[in-house]
């Protein structure tokens, strides 16, 4: 049998030290939220999505309520969510006024014979769910519209304009038998073209599940993360023999020798076994391991 886990970061990124605290609460409370539905349920994808659900409901991070703005002054937002068993996955892009693009995007997976919908596509599926669409001014946040200002002002990175970093969020977790989902949100990236599609809802870069292997969820530059299949990536390498956190490391090192640019992931696999690792200045972090206390963090882990 596995010791239980749920494993979530809440973007990699500039988080400035006055919110370093802020945020190491709001991933351990997600952290904590995830483990308890998993050991309610013994469900990995039920629990990936509740953490996520979490986090999507908390302001302080760039997914749900919270999420960055396009250069149009919109916030539209992508969700992946996997299991590893069947390898089943929904996702969802450029979705608007959705409280939890996670939910969508499993109403995708197990309610529509897709892996993807985008734009009005997946606000069309969304309605015929009957999931409730909510108006802007109930997701868009002023930090959100001082971070789209500061970068109109010439900044040169959203990263530059935001307090509290600007990535994704995401949570992997295994179940006692072993059984790893994942799932990843996001609002994207302050002053993004409007259609705009970063790595999130793409499988095997912003996230991917394999109960074979494990679990991962990316968070960071988009772009930089599709062009290397980060988490992909990583699972290549825990096949091929090395620990979750090696994998992910080398993974990352990769990456930022290659393309450079931002970026992080959290990996669990298939026996518990944990990674956590970034390029970038913080990202934050935090698990729940079977009896013992949430751990959580903004700096590597030691």
Not at 67 to 81: K, M
Request: proline residues 4%.
């Amino acid at each position: 049998m596995v010791v239980p886990v749920v494993l979530v970061h809440g973007g990699a990124g500039n988080i400035a030290d006055e919110t370093v605290s802020d945020v190491i609460s709001g991933v351990k409370k997600a952290a904590e939220k995830g483990y308890d539905v998993l050991i309610k349920t013994d469900s990995p994808l039920d629990a990936v999505q509740a953490a996520v659900e979490q986090m999507e409901d908390d302001p302080r991070f760039n997914a749900g309520t919270g999420g960055v703005l396009t250069l149009d002054g919109e916030l539209e937002t992508d969700a992946i969510i996997m299991e590893g068993t069947t390898l089943n996955l929904g996702s969802v892009g450029c979705v608007r006024h959705i409280l939890h693009p996670v939910a969508l995007a499993r109403k995708v997976m197990e309610n529509s014979p897709h892996a993807m919908l985008v734009g009005e596509g997946a606000q069309r599926f969304a309605a015929e769910q009957g999931m409730k669409t909510v108006p802007a001014y109930r997701m868009v946040t002023q930090t959100a519209i001082n971070n789209l200002e500061n970068f109109l002002k010439g900044k040169s990175s959203c990263e530059d304009a935001g307090l509290f970093g600007n990535g994704t969020v995401g949570a992997v977790a295994v179940s006692k038998s072993g059984k790893v989902a994942m799932a990843t949100s996001t609002g994207g990236t302050t002053g993004k073209a409007p259609g705009r599609l970063g790595d999130t809802p793409i499988p095997g870069s912003g996230g991917y599940a394999d109960d074979k292997i494990g679990a991962v969820s990316a968070t960071g530059k988009g772009e930089s993360i599709m062009r290397v299949c980060l988490s992909n990536r990583i699972l290549n390498l825990m096949e091929q023999g090395k620990k979750a956190q090696e994998a992910t490391d080398d993974a990352l090192n990769y990456m930022g020798s290659v393309v450079g640019d931002t970026a992080g992931a959290i990996t669990v696999s298939n026996k518990g076994d944990i990674g956590i690792g970034f390029i970038s200045k913080r990202m934050a972090w935090a698990y729940k391991k079977g009896d013992e206390p949430v751990v959580g963090g903004v700096n590597k882990p030691t």
